[in-house]
């Protein structure tokens, strides 16, 4: 197996992302050394936000909610997931798992940003985060979560089998235009190549490749027990815990309730449907999720 570095000359022409690098050194397992790339804004000693991403994106789907996050008072951190971005990619698809994706974000977040922090966390962002969340829950001061879930098996749905078939036997797998399809607002072609950056042949797209065949969403799967063990210090997780879904988001839309009903600090929160918003929100609704960051860290007491 090869581990892939980072290509500068792959990121230069990013719209909108003129963010110093950042990287973190990470023990990927078996012998194998990675470096995990983040942003890392605003003063060392403001409140932190973790900006968690998901399935094939990287950290470029946060540029529209990273400065006014900065101006509200917070640190921004944004990592891109091993396998992501700027990150580090392991070519092996088999040696991506849910439990070692949890251990590498665990890594980085013990490495750099140790302290209580603010968490947002989308599509697989969530399916790291609200374990991490269960598993340490005096880690996080307050919870946003969008299109994401912690699922312990069951019965995935159609849309959701349909899109692990296509990630994994799509001939190009495109995932710029995967990123287009699954958003309700226009891409430009500058952004749409600013997804496709980080994944320009075949072995770089293994962990987005992987991805969708790990979500424990049936029986007998890998990281059922570990997500019903979170489960046990999520659902008493008593800060507190917004969610902003979009309506218009075919696998995820629907799974806010699970989290509503189970959680202790959703009750009581202003939580909402967005309307002309797709899966990946931050695309398309950035001032309202931006806005339930700052509202939700001002309810806890962590952001003045």
Not at 20 to 25: F, H, K, Q, T, V
Request: charged residues 20%; hydrophobic residues 40%.
């Amino acid at each position: 197996m090869q581990v892939l570095s980072y290509d500068p000359a792959r990121f230069t022409n990013i719209p909108d992302f003129a963010f110093a690098e950042n990287w973190a050194a990470i023990d990927l397992g078996e012998g194998h050394k990675g470096r995990m790339h983040y942003i890392d804004e605003g003063p060392k000693d403001a409140p932190p936000v973790l900006l968690f991403h998901g399935e094939p994106s990287w950290s470029f789907l946060y540029r529209k909610m990273i400065a006014p996050l900065l101006d509200a008072g917070f640190r921004v951190l944004a990592p891109d997931l091993i396998g992501f971005g700027k990150s580090d990619k392991p070519d092996d698809i088999g040696f991506y798992t849910y439990a070692r994706h949890v251990d590498w974000l665990t890594q980085w977040r013990a490495a750099v940003v140790p302290q209580p922090a603010a968490l947002f966390c989308q599509d697989w962002g969530g399916l790291l985060g609200l374990n991490m969340v269960g598993t340490n829950p005096d880690g996080f001061a307050c919870v946003v979560a969008s299109n994401t879930f912690l699922p312990t098996g069951g019965t995935p749905s159609p849309a959701f089998l349909a899109w692990r078939e296509f990630a994994k036997t799509s001939p190009d797998f495109d995932i710029g235009a995967v990123i287009d399809r699954a958003t309700q607002t226009e891409r430009s072609a500058l952004e749409i190549a600013a997804y496709n950056a980080p994944y320009h042949d075949e072995p770089s797209k293994a962990g987005a490749r992987a991805f969708p065949a790990l979500v424990p969403v049936e029986d007998g799967m890998a990281g059922i027990e570990e997500n019903k063990k979170a489960w046990e210090g999520l659902a008493n997780y008593d800060k507190p815990f917004l969610t902003l879904f979009g309506e218009d988001d075919p696998v995820t839309g629907g799974l806010a309730p699970f989290l509503i009903e189970r959680i202790a600090g959703a009750k009581g929160q202003p939580h909402a449907m967005l309307s002309v918003c797709g899966h990946f929100c931050q695309e398309d609704r950035p001032t309202e999720l931006t806005q339930g960051v700052i509202d939700t860290a001002r309810t806890a007491g962590f952001l003045s």
